[in-house]
């Protein structure tokens, strides 16, 4: 059994040596600590700052160190889904690789070791990108913010909260029909645009919410149809090579091991994102002591894209590197340009045009039904469900055609070829490897599902006495995860002339050739693909065998908590039990991939673990508006999916790749928050929070050379044994050696920190303030930073609300950060300092109406991504402004 003794250990001994000797007598208006105080009326608040004091409320009732939203602060930022909504919460940090925020750290934490819960209820989710891997992080897009009356940020543990979460426990609560009015109907209709893809779309959302004369039962039902145009330009640069490499390039004053942009690309995304949702809420209370809730959860989102990427690579083979002939000069380190002439193998090509069509539709399903009774001196909690995502036909229509031509490159501009008339004529781009024997492109397909069953029940005794109330209860919880891969090809041969094109791009950053290339266009590439005579019953084999897995993780857990109140103090202590058993399944093989006896390649890795995972927490309360916070936990926080499974996902083109390892343990970290609020007027606080982690059990990624099988040579074999053998260690087997990131469990880290955070209103002149500030400081024993963290994170926003005018201002600045790999096979790359500013002005007609305008990314920010120093350029893009016009309404 993992458990030890501990500073941890020390202080829960201390708090039941004084929990009950503080005081003679209990103070018997002190609120019960284990007892529902954060679950406060969800009545949606009407305007700013009676938002602001019902999220102030929750955090002051609450034992832990936590914080708070509710609907009217939710809605009244500038967002467009749920994680916007909570930028501006202490600690919390957003990522923004498509231009809004998806997934959040909390004190610095990598997003994939937090939870989140809706209703205390997991919510499945299924991968929306191709290529993308499953993740424990939550996806905060999936959820419209119009379903929340409450979202709180739960920073030091209890017993009573289920494991999994390293940085914090997200609890967001829906709106309860009980807690309504009867027959009351709120919604909006708003139009979302997008300047830099220049296209509106359409959202509305209702609310509607019904219960009888005797408040016995009600029904609440909440729909929400949501679009937004997503439009990302940039340039990328696909791994570097050594200016050693080039023989043809060298020259005098040029240091050898300087680094080459192996490619520079010009890349656009663009994307027509849809979201449908429902919630439906059944209460039944047949009597005061009785309580029974029933709900449905619907999602179905729809993440067709288009990618297109245009770029060279200068080290594709020994060709594409005897076509480099000039190497410009080094900046700290890094070649700046370069020129590359016609490819010697006249069937091979210089440029790489990727045209990527991807069909993606994700749905997801729940139903969730617990109960609570409540007697005079003790109750019980039950809760169960099940939640499944699905994306069953994940698929990319891919044509890759190449020019071989010769082009100057530059890191600031990108390609210029040296004949950009034959750049531009659809005939001259084509198969690699020519006409007759080439290879154009494929059909990838993903399927993926993600699905968790869940039951719990909990009781608790009351006393009077110091420890007022027992908490004590069990919870058993199935996660289930399968990924499969089927890559069918190739696609008919022929040039772009044959495929059919549609003018030029007109990408942002580039000021030659490279940002007006030719574009081929999102119906002609569906069009030649799927025209193509695919053989569906004969998919690529390694692609199917490295990319197929399950994983099953069964986790049972036990708790007992003890709540105690006395005089001045408060607080809990508590003890986790959690039994875990995963089985990792995936293909194991040898020698050439093949479809044939599977059944004996498929391999279940089985591993059972067990934790003890005590927690304390205390406030002390002067009585004169200041609270004193301390908490201290162990907790755990398993890897993201895949990386527990046997699998392996390749690049052929690169010769990199990701994969899993099924002996990881859990992360283990040993958890200390303290903290001090005052409350030194209505509706204001002035909070200062400090936190420590010790990770035991650290996992980190490392990339290694494996042998692995090139499924280039399946669909072209002339091709591989004329241009690959000898390459990257290719032999005419079909195996190449291939840079593998694999996690390991890799010792230990650390973080720490702290939070200040200031809020007021000033008098009554409508005018107010929230702000926060984060320090974060983390590394692992190898002095490596953390993913995710931001040394320092800074969140302002300034309101105005008198009469019928509301205005918010919501900023958000964030240091750079190490962003670890959601797309498998990308290398660790580093996000540079990054901004969001938005702004929300509102109107109200009376209290039934009003309308609204938001804009997110006011300063049109640019998100960078260098790998080691910022001149080891990895991406820079532009997402663009974006607003939104929302007239509200509530009857």
């Given at each position: 059994?993992?458990?030890?003794?501990?500073?941890?250990?020390?202080?829960?001994?201390?708090?039941?040596?004084?929990?009950?000797?503080?005081?003679?007598?209990?103070?018997?208006?002190?609120?019960?600590?284990?007892?529902?105080?954060?679950?406060?009326?969800?009545?949606?608040?009407?305007?700013?700052?009676?938002?602001?004091?019902?999220?102030?409320?929750?955090?002051?009732?609450?034992?832990?160190?936590?914080?708070?939203?509710?609907?009217?602060?939710?809605?009244?930022?500038?967002?467009?889904?749920?994680?916007?909504?909570?930028?501006?919460?202490?600690?919390?940090?957003?990522?923004?690789?498509?231009?809004?925020?998806?997934?959040?750290?909390?004190?610095?934490?990598?997003?994939?070791?937090?939870?989140?819960?809706?209703?205390?209820?997991?919510?499945?989710?299924?991968?929306?990108?191709?290529?993308?891997?499953?993740?424990?992080?939550?996806?905060?897009?999936?959820?419209?913010?119009?379903?929340?009356?409450?979202?709180?940020?739960?920073?030091?543990?209890?017993?009573?909260?289920?494991?999994?979460?390293?940085?914090?426990?997200?609890?967001?609560?829906?709106?309860?029909?009980?807690?309504?009015?009867?027959?009351?109907?709120?919604?909006?209709?708003?139009?979302?645009?997008?300047?830099?893809?220049?296209?509106?779309?359409?959202?509305?959302?209702?609310?509607?919410?019904?219960?009888?004369?005797?408040?016995?039962?009600?029904?609440?039902?909440?729909?929400?149809?949501?679009?937004?145009?997503?439009?990302?330009?940039?340039?990328?640069?696909?791994?570097?090579?050594?200016?050693?490499d080039f023989a043809n390039a060298q020259r005098a004053g040029l240091d050898p091991n300087a680094e080459v942009p192996n490619s520079i690309n010009a890349a656009w995304f663009q994307q027509h994102r849809k979201r449908d949702s429902a919630v439906v809420n059944l209460q039944f209370k047949p009597s005061d002591e009785w309580d029974i809730n029933l709900q449905g959860l619907y999602i179905k989102e729809n993440f067709d894209n288009y990618n297109q990427?245009?770029?060279?690579?200068?080290?594709?083979?020994?060709?594409?590197?005897?076509?480099?002939?000039?190497?410009?000069?080094?900046?700290?380190?890094?070649?700046?340009?370069?020129?590359?002439?016609?490819?010697?193998?006249?069937?091979?090509?210089?440029?790489?045009?990727?045209?990527?069509?991807?069909?993606?539709?994700?749905?997801?399903?729940?139903?969730?039904?617990?109960?609570?009774?409540?007697?005079?001196?003790?109750?019980?909690?039950?809760?169960?469900?099940?939640?499944?995502?699905?994306?069953?036909?994940?698929?990319?229509?891919?044509?890759?055609?190449?020019?071989?031509?010769?082009?100057?490159?530059?890191?600031?501009?990108?390609?210029?070829?040296?004949?950009?008339?034959?750049?531009?004529?659809?005939?001259?781009?084509?198969?690699?490897?020519?006409?007759?024997?080439?290879?154009?492109?494929?059909?990838?397909?993903?399927?993926?599902?993600?699905?968790?069953?869940?039951?719990?029940?909990?009781?608790?005794?009351?006393?009077?006495?110091?420890?007022?109330?027992?908490?004590?209860?069990?919870?058993?919880?199935?996660?289930?995860?399968?990924?499969?891969?089927?890559?069918?090809?190739?696609?008919?041969?022929?040039?772009?002339?044959?495929?059919?094109?549609?003018?030029?791009?007109?990408?942002?950053?580039?000021?030659?050739?490279?940002?007006?290339?030719?574009?081929?266009?999102?119906?002609?590439?569906?069009?030649?693909?799927?025209?193509?005579?695919?053989?569906?019953?004969?998919?690529?084999?390694?692609?199917?065998?490295?990319?197929?897995?399950?994983?099953?993780?069964?986790?049972?857990?036990?708790?007992?908590?003890?709540?105690?109140?006395?005089?001045?103090?408060?607080?809990?202590?508590?003890?986790?039990?959690?039994?875990?058993?995963?089985?990792?399944?995936?293909?194991?093989?040898?020698?050439?991939?093949?479809?044939?006896?599977?059944?004996?390649?498929?391999?279940?890795?089985?591993?059972?673990?067990?934790?003890?995972?005590?927690?304390?927490?205390?406030?002390?309360?002067?009585?004169?508006?200041?609270?004193?916070?301390?908490?201290?936990?162990?907790?755990?926080?398993?890897?993201?999916?895949?990386?527990?499974?046997?699998?392996?996902?390749?690049?052929?083109?690169?010769?990199?790749?990701?994969?899993?390892?099924?002996?990881?343990?859990?992360?283990?970290?040993?958890?200390?928050?303290?903290?001090?609020?005052?409350?030194?007027?209505?509706?204001?606080?002035?909070?200062?929070?400090?936190?420590?982690?010790?990770?035991?059990?650290?996992?980190?990624?490392?990339?290694?050379?494996?042998?692995?099988?090139?499924?280039?040579?399946?669909?072209?074999?002339?091709?591989?044994?004329?241009?690959?053998?000898?390459?990257?260690?290719?032999?005419?087997?079909?195996?190449?050696?291939?840079?593998?990131?694999?996690?390991?469990?890799?010792?230990?880290?650390?973080?720490?920190?702290?939070?200040?955070?200031?809020?007021?209103?000033?008098?009554?002149?409508?005018?107010?303030?929230?702000?926060?500030?984060?320090?974060?400081?983390?590394?692992?024993?190898?002095?490596?930073?953390?993913?995710?963290?931001?040394?320092?994170?800074?969140?302002?926003?300034?309101?105005?609300?008198?009469?019928?005018?509301?205005?918010?201002?919501?900023?958000?600045?964030?240091?750079?950060?190490?962003?670890?790999?959601?797309?498998?096979?990308?290398?660790?790359?580093?996000?540079?300092?990054?901004?969001?500013?938005?702004?929300?002005?509102?109107?109200?007609?009376?209290?039934?109406?009003?309308?609204?305008?938001?804009?997110?990314?006011?300063?049109?920010?640019?998100?960078?991504?260098?790998?080691?120093?910022?001149?080891?350029?990895?991406?820079?893009?532009?997402?663009?402004?974006?607003?939104?016009?929302?007239?509200?309404?509530?009857?």
């Open positions: 059994m993992k458990a030890r003794k501990t500073i941890l250990s020390a202080s829960i001994v201390a708090a039941l040596a004084f929990g009950p000797g503080l005081a003679m007598a209990q103070d018997a208006t002190a609120p019960a600590a284990g007892a529902d105080a954060t679950e406060l009326d969800a009545v949606v608040v009407t305007g700013i700052r009676a938002s602001l004091e019902k999220s102030l409320d929750t955090k002051r009732a609450n034992v832990t160190v936590s914080e708070a939203i509710t609907a009217e602060d939710i809605g009244k930022f500038a967002s467009t889904n749920v994680a916007e909504a909570m930028s501006q919460i202490p600690g919390v940090s957003l990522d923004r690789r498509f231009g809004q925020g998806e997934r959040v750290s909390i004190d610095g934490t990598d997003p994939s070791l937090n939870l989140s819960f809706l209703d205390n209820h997991p919510v499945a989710q299924a991968i929306w990108l191709y290529g993308e891997q499953p993740n424990r992080g939550f996806d905060y897009t999936l959820l419209a913010p119009e379903i929340l009356g409450r979202l709180e940020v739960i920073k030091s543990s209890e017993a009573r909260l289920t494991e999994g979460s390293l940085g914090g426990t997200v609890l967001m609560h829906t709106r309860q029909p009980l807690d309504l009015d009867p027959n009351s109907i709120a919604g909006s209709v708003s139009w979302n645009y997008s300047d830099q893809g220049s296209k509106g779309r359409p959202s509305g959302s209702v609310l509607y919410s019904w219960k009888n004369p005797e408040e016995t039962f009600g029904v609440a039902v909440s729909a929400q149809h949501y679009e937004e145009q997503v439009d990302r330009q940039g340039m990328e640069v696909f791994g570097y090579a050594k200016v050693s990427s245009l770029y060279s690579f200068l080290t594709w083979n020994d060709n594409t590197r005897a076509a480099v002939d000039r190497l410009g000069d080094a900046r700290n380190g890094i070649v700046t340009s370069g020129h590359s002439v016609r490819n010697t193998d006249a069937t091979g090509g210089t440029v790489l045009y990727d045209n990527n069509v991807r069909e993606s539709e994700v749905e997801t399903k729940g139903i969730d039904l617990r109960t609570a009774y409540k007697a005079e001196n003790w109750g019980f909690k039950g809760q169960i469900g099940r939640s499944k995502s699905e994306n069953e036909r994940l698929a990319q229509y891919f044509i890759e055609p190449v020019f071989n031509g010769g082009f100057s490159w530059d890191m600031n501009r990108g390609i210029t070829f040296d004949d950009p008339a034959a750049a531009r004529n659809p005939a001259n781009w084509g198969p690699a490897g020519g006409l007759a024997t080439g290879w154009l492109g494929n059909n990838g397909v993903f399927s993926t599902e993600s699905e968790d069953t869940y039951g719990q029940i909990d009781f608790n005794v009351e006393f009077d006495s110091a420890i007022n109330n027992l908490q004590f209860g069990v919870r058993r919880a199935k996660h289930e995860e399968s990924f499969e891969l089927n890559i069918y090809g190739p696609v008919n041969r022929g040039t772009l002339a044959d495929v059919g094109t549609s003018g030029l791009t007109d990408i942002r950053g580039f000021s030659n050739d490279h940002g007006r290339h030719i574009q081929v266009g999102r119906g002609n590439v569906l069009d030649w693909v799927k025209g193509s005579p695919l053989n569906f019953a004969a998919p690529d084999a390694a692609g199917y065998l490295n990319n197929t897995w399950a994983l099953e993780q069964t986790n049972t857990a036990a708790y007992v908590q003890a709540d105690f109140a006395t005089g001045a103090w408060r607080g809990n202590f508590g003890l986790r039990y959690v039994e875990s058993k995963t089985d990792a399944s995936g293909f194991v093989y040898g020698g050439a991939p093949s479809l044939t006896n599977l059944a004996s390649k498929w391999q279940t890795k089985s591993k059972k673990e067990d934790f003890l995972l005590p927690s304390v927490n205390v406030v002390y309360d002067t009585g004169n508006d200041l609270l004193f916070r301390f908490g201290a936990a162990k907790v755990i926080a398993w890897a993201p999916y895949n990386q527990m499974v046997n699998n392996t996902f390749l690049n052929d083109t690169t010769y990199n790749g990701s994969g899993g390892n099924a002996e990881l343990s859990p992360y283990e970290s040993t958890n200390y928050n303290l903290s001090v609020e005052w409350y030194f007027a209505e509706q204001a606080v002035l909070a200062a929070s400090v936190f420590y982690k010790d990770i035991d059990n650290y996992i980190d990624s490392a990339a290694r050379v494996e042998r692995q099988y090139n499924s280039i040579r399946d669909t072209n074999r002339a091709l591989f044994d004329a241009t690959l053998v000898g390459f990257h260690g290719c032999t005419s087997d079909g195996y190449c050696d291939y840079d593998i990131q694999r996690p390991r469990n890799a010792g230990k880290g650390k973080v720490k920190g702290f939070n200040v955070s200031y809020q007021q209103p000033f008098a009554d002149t409508g005018f107010g303030l929230t702000a926060n500030y984060t320090y974060a400081d983390g590394e692992n024993n190898t002095g490596d930073p953390l993913p995710y963290q931001s040394r320092d994170s800074v969140a302002i926003s300034p309101y105005y609300e008198q009469g019928p005018l509301s205005v918010r201002l919501s900023y958000n600045w964030r240091s750079h950060y190490l962003a670890g790999g959601y797309v498998a096979g990308a290398a660790p790359a580093s996000v540079d300092d990054y901004s969001e500013l938005g702004a929300s002005v509102g109107w109200k007609f009376n209290d039934n109406m009003g309308v609204s305008f938001d804009a997110m990314n006011i300063l049109d920010e640019e998100y960078v991504q260098y790998s080691g120093s910022k001149d080891k350029l990895v991406g820079k893009y532009h997402s663009g402004r974006r607003y939104m016009a929302t007239f509200r309404f509530n009857f």
